[in-house]
């Protein structure tokens, strides 16, 4: 089955500059991966020319296998790269970050899920970088409040975790294993763990969707007091992969933002091309958290004990 012919707003420029060679040169260095670069994001020559990079830790293979995702994906990954904490710190302290994303993969055939590795980074980060505002885009975990607690109490400035798509499309795009409840319930247990902390979500389209089952994954993600909202143009990496159902045009993208503003999101980035970690949607939630703190300068207050 052919592709569909994308539209002439689905334009990205050809990674070139001296920036994006840097980081890309140090991470081979670091033997990091970048989400970046394994979910093929079109982005990544303008997020990494201006200085951002998204940093994908517990390896490059997952143990899921959403349709909808480039990354590699294996029952058993490589073991865990211990110094992996202490050399995502290094990079980013050497990259001078303002704002830096940590994401991962799924780790289901470890005991924890990784939580513990996941944290050690953030902290390592916290203590090389202490001016850096650190988002994290992490895994469901199962929905394990323990594992979501190691996380949440390495007090990292943003967690996002991604719902992907409406409630009916989520067996078709997502693992088995992952789940539109599961995903709520992450984000709602995150609040429940640390109201301090902000929470962020993102939503692909074109798979199918309908506009009355955006808004209501929107409404969704309100009702767990989901603070910060991205939406985005899936565009099918490989012919093996979800096919895209629907390019959705630029005024669908301002009229998501519009409503989703009305419905109480601190902040929404909608467009073709946007992704969960777009600029990492530093420059608004940047400004935005800096506002909060400067209001209030009180240190994060600590994080309530899991249940």
Same mark, same amino acid.
């Given at each position: 089955?052919? /592709?569909?012919?994308? !539209?002439? @707003?689905i334009?990205? %420029?050809l990674?070139s500059?001296?920036?994006?060679?840097?980081?890309?040169?140090r991470?081979?260095?670091?033997?990091?991966?970048?989400?970046?670069?394994?979910?093929?994001?079109?982005?990544?020559?303008?997020? @990494?020319?201006?200085?951002?990079?998204?940093f994908?830790?517990?390896?490059d293979?997952?143990?899921?296998?959403c349709?909808?995702?480039a990354?590699d994906?294996s029952?058993k990954?490589?073991p865990?790269?211990?110094?992996?904490?202490h050399?995502?710190?290094m990079?980013?302290?050497e990259?001078d970050?303002?704002?830096?994303v +940590?994401?991962?993969?799924?780790r289901?055939?470890?005991?924890?899920?990784?939580?513990?590795?996941?944290?050690?980074?953030i902290?390592e980060?916290?203590t090389?970088?202490?001016?850096t505002m650190?988002?994290?885009?992490? !895994?469901?975990?199962?929905?394990?409040?323990?594992?979501?607690?190691?996380v949440?109490? #390495?007090?990292?400035?943003?967690?996002a975790?991604?719902?992907?798509?409406?409630e009916?499309?989520t067996?078709?795009?997502?693992?088995?294993?992952?789940?539109?409840?599961?995903?709520?319930?992450v984000?709602?247990?995150?609040?429940k763990?640390?109201?301090a /902390?902000?929470?962020?979500s993102? *939503?692909?389209?074109?798979?199918g969707?309908t506009?009355?089952?955006?808004? &209501?994954?929107? /409404?969704?993600?309100?009702?767990?007091?989901?603070?910060f909202?991205t939406l985005? &143009?899936?565009?099918?990496?490989?012919?093996?992969?979800?096919?895209?159902e629907s390019? *959705?045009?630029p005024?669908?993208?301002?009229?998501?933002?519009?409503?989703?503003e009305?419905?109480?999101?601190?902040y929404? #980035?909608?467009?073709p091309?946007?992704?969960?970690?777009?600029? #990492?949607?530093e420059f608004?939630?940047r400004?935005? +958290?800096g506002? &909060?703190?400067a209001?209030?300068?009180?240190p994060?207050?600590p994080?309530a &004990?899991? %249940?």
């Amino acid at each position: 089955m052919a /592709r569909t012919p994308k !539209p002439p @707003w689905i334009k990205v %420029k050809l990674p070139s500059t001296p920036r994006y060679a840097q980081i890309k040169a140090r991470a081979r260095e670091l033997k990091l991966s970048t989400v970046c670069e394994e979910a093929m994001c079109p982005n990544i020559g303008e997020c @990494w020319g201006g200085g951002t990079a998204t940093f994908m830790v517990m390896g490059d293979t997952c143990t899921r296998g959403c349709r909808f995702c480039a990354v590699d994906t294996s029952r058993k990954p490589s073991p865990l790269d211990l110094d992996e904490p202490h050399n995502v710190a290094m990079a980013i302290k050497e990259m001078d970050l303002d704002y830096v994303v +940590i994401t991962s993969v799924d780790r289901d055939d470890i005991a924890d899920g990784g939580a513990s590795h996941f944290a050690a980074c953030i902290r390592e980060t916290r203590t090389n970088s202490p001016k850096t505002m650190v988002e994290v885009l992490i !895994p469901d975990f199962r929905g394990h409040l323990g594992q979501l607690m190691a996380v949440v109490e #390495a007090r990292p400035n943003v967690i996002a975790h991604n719902v992907e798509t409406c409630e009916r499309l989520t067996p078709t795009v997502r693992d088995p294993r992952a789940g539109y409840a599961q995903s709520l319930g992450v984000l709602r247990a995150i609040k429940k763990l640390d109201p301090a /902390r902000y929470t962020k979500s993102s *939503i692909m389209v074109g798979v199918g969707e309908t506009e009355d089952e955006v808004l &209501q994954t929107m /409404r969704d993600l309100r009702a767990v007091d989901c603070d910060f909202l991205t939406l985005g &143009q899936y565009l099918q990496p490989s012919p093996k992969h979800l096919a895209v159902e629907s390019f *959705i045009h630029p005024d669908q993208f301002e009229r998501y933002r519009v409503l989703g503003e009305e419905m109480g999101f601190k902040y929404v #980035a909608s467009g073709p091309l946007v992704r969960s970690s777009y600029k #990492a949607g530093e420059f608004f939630i940047r400004d935005f +958290i800096g506002k &909060q703190q400067a209001a209030s300068p009180t240190p994060d207050a600590p994080a309530a &004990q899991a %249940k």
